[in-house]
């Protein structure tokens, strides 16, 4: 018996940028921190989620990926 093989295709890779606060309880001010969600669609319709941001210049990875790394994936 064979299995049929198919192949699933990204339809869709887009970044967007994103400061997210921190309120942590040994802190009285709350801390900021700049992240990257990245969200991946295939045509089977599924979906996921990538995230960032340690110390990244959040605008130029979300440029790379959705100019360049995004539609290279496509």
Not at 8 to 27: E, F, N
Not at 49 to 60: I, L, P
């Amino acid at each position: 018996m064979r299995i049929k093989e198919t192949k699933m295709k990204i339809t869709l890779v887009h970044a967007t940028c994103y400061k997210v606060a921190l309120d942590l309880p040994y802190r009285k001010e709350r801390l900021w921190h700049d992240v990257v969600c990245v969200r991946i669609e295939t045509d089977e319709a599924i979906s996921g989620f990538g995230f960032t941001g340690y110390q990244t210049n959040r605008f130029a990875v979300r440029e790379c990926i959705n100019r360049e790394l995004g539609p290279f994936s496509l």
